[in-house]
């Protein structure tokens, strides 16, 4: 196993508070793999809706906005579909501000600014606070209490891996399936 598969692993193993052999690791070549090996461990036996990860995803919401709230950048009448544009619309002082988002979030990693001549603009995929929340579903890693593993149906299971994965792969949604191989289809090594 390469790096890349590595912090993939570990990136699983962290998340869900598992333990995953050398064996088994080498043997999941797909996220389908890593999918049914989580279930089997967790010994996960409900189907169904995702119950855990749309609480998560909620919880996200209500920090992005208390963070904003915090800093300033935003009142009290925040919705998931404003605009970025609309949040940080005094280009002059946007840096500042998404860097002071940031910090309220105490996040490790963080979308960068595109530089565009005098000013600063968002990333393609960043143009909403929903599209915010999702970047930071995707890219910071949960750690599950044990009750939010007692509760994981296997589309929650299937929601946090295809999370973990695009973030570690750089996939969009759209080049994702639970099929693609980790190796030959999203070039990991």
Not at 127 to 139: F, K, S
Request: aromatic share 6%; hydrophobic share 40%; net charge negative.
């Amino acid at each position: 196993m390469g790096l890349d598969s590595v912090e993939l692993v570990l990136s699983f193993e962290e998340t869900f508070q598992i333990s995953i052999p050398n064996q088994e690791a080498e043997k999941m070549c797909t996220p389908r793999n890593v999918i049914n090996f989580i279930v089997a461990t967790l010994g996960t036996k409900v189907e169904g809706p995702a119950v855990v990860t749309p609480k998560k995803h909620a919880s996200l919401c209500t920090e992005l906005v208390c963070a904003m709230q915090a800093s300033g950048i935003a009142d009290k009448t925040v919705t998931m579909d404003l605009r970025l544009d609309a949040v940080f619309a005094d280009r002059r002082l946007r840096r500042h501000h998404w860097r002071e988002l940031r910090q309220q979030l105490h996040a490790k990693e963080w979308p960068h600014l595109r530089w565009l001549g005098l000013s600063a603009d968002f990333p393609v995929r960043l143009q909403t606070l929903g599209d915010l929340v999702d970047w930071l579903a995707c890219n910071r890693r949960q750690i599950l209490t044990a009750e939010e593993r007692q509760a994981l149906t296997r589309e929650d299971i299937a929601m946090i891996v295809r999370n973990i994965t695009l973030y570690q792969t750089g996939f969009t949604e759209e080049e994702y399936s639970e099929d693609k191989r980790f190796v030959q289809d999203m070039g990991l090594e």
